[in-house]
Every structure is written in C-alpha cells, then in structure tokens.
C-alpha cells in the first residue's frame, strides 16, 4: 500500500464549477500537508500548504485536513481554463523530514 | 539564472552505461532533493540533503543509485549500469527551509533514456 493515494483523474468540470481534489494517506506521523501545480512539461510548484489538522483559504483555494480520517481535500472555487493542470498532494512528518508526494490528480476545466 | 538549474536536460545512454545528472540549487538553500517522475505519476522521493549530509537515502531504488553533495551546494546523482528500467524524468528541488513548511522549488528536470 502506497504512503499516500490519490485519484489519477482526469478529471474535467465546466468553467465556474466548484472542483474537489482528495488524498488519503496512512502514516499517521504526518503533520505537513501540501498541495502542489503541474502544468504540463514543468515542474511542480507549491500551491499551499496546511499544518496539521484544519482549514485554510487563498484566494479561490481553500485547503483541508482530517487527521482522524487521515484525508486531505484542495477545493477550487469559481474554476478558470488557467487551473487546468496536474495537483499533487504532498506530505512530511516534520519540518526536516522527506517530503512524500500522491500520483497526482489530472485536471481540466472546459471554457 | 536565480532558479534550479539541472543538466542536461535530455541525456540518451545505452543499457549498461553510468550516467550523472547534475543539480544546481538556489544559491543558499539548505536542503536539496531528488525524485524520479514517470510520466502521468507524481514525484517519487530518492533521497536528499541538508547541506552536504545525505539526511534519507531510502528511496534510492538499488544500489546502483547513489547521490553526493560534497560541498553543500551542487549535487550528482549517479546511475551506474543502467537498465531501461530507469528511463524516467529526474527531477531536483531545492529549499531554503527558512519556514514552518518547506517551499520545494524544482528544476526543469532531466529527461533520461535507456536504450
């Protein structure tokens, strides 16, 4: 079993929409909870992140985290053709540990 | 340039050839890490850094793998012998872990093919 899993997609929603991105994962050591874009023939940049359990809002992006479920969730709301991109959880057990990324969600947003 | 910089960013190698990829950091950062990324996957963790000290190197698939960053800044990942099997996008990030949270910053990645 993987550390962490999440959906591959792809998954495709109409602009405007409101789009949920989920990862569970099963070390419960876990703490820092990340997520990072992909756009197509980069490398992955860091979206936002979350410590420990709760929620947190930037912008469109509102991030969540159930430590008792171990279950992490990216809402985005009010969706553009421009969040079209891969979005990869990413988590780590402390400040100086690894850092252990999903198989990375597929989205697209029709005009 | 002031981002991660990786070289080459394509390398073609015949099975059974050792091959070394290069990880230029962001001036100053503290921390550097190497994953692989298949295409369509996300990024599989290999191994990383804190300065020059080499903090997990569990991820390193073999010990065909290896890693150094003698000097805290540039890094080598070295692939001996490889196998088809390798074929994969190599990718560095680095951070300054100044932060609660570590900001990962990655390098354009290399493209590596096993013939």
């Known amino acids: 079993q993987k550390e962490v899993e999440q959906d591959p997609g792809p998954l495709s929603v109409p602009e405007g929409a409101i789009v949920s991105l989920n990862c569970t994962y099963s070390?419960?050591?876990?703490?820092?909870f990340m997520w990072y874009r992909q756009y197509s023939r980069k490398g992955p940049e860091l979206l936002m992140y979350?410590?420990?359990?709760g929620n947190k809002e930037d912008g469109r992006f509102t991030a969540q985290v159930d430590k008792s479920s171990k279950y992490i969730s990216l809402f985005i709301r009010d969706s553009q053709p421009s969040d079209s991109a891969t979005y990869l959880c990413?988590?780590?057990?402390?400040?100086?540990?690894?850092?252990?990324f999903g198989s990375g969600t597929r989205l697209s947003i029709r005009p | 340039g002031a981002g991660v910089s990786q070289s080459p960013r394509y390398k073609v190698t015949k099975r059974g050839q050792d091959v070394a990829l290069r990880c230029d950091p962001i001036?100053?950062?503290?921390?550097l890490y190497w994953y692989r990324q298949a295409l369509g996957q996300g990024p599989e963790f290999l191994t990383y850094?804190?300065?020059?000290?080499?903090?997990?190197k569990s991820g390193l698939p073999n010990d065909r793998f290896s890693a150094e960053r003698p000097e805290g800044s540039i890094s080598t990942l070295t692939i001996q012998r490889t196998e088809q099997r390798d074929s994969a996008m190599y990718r560095c990030?680095?951070?300054?872990?100044?932060?609660?949270?570590?900001?990962?910053?990655f390098g354009s990645g290399t493209q590596l093919s096993v013939l």
């Open positions: 070390n419960s050591a876990f703490q820092y």
């Open positions: 990030a680095s951070s300054a872990r100044t932060a609660r949270v570590e900001k990962l910053f």
């Open positions: 990413a988590m780590s057990g402390s400040s100086a540990s690894k850092i252990i």
């Open positions: 850094f804190n300065y020059e000290a080499q903090q997990d």
């Open positions: 001036s100053g950062h503290v921390s």
């Open positions: 979350t410590y420990s359990s």
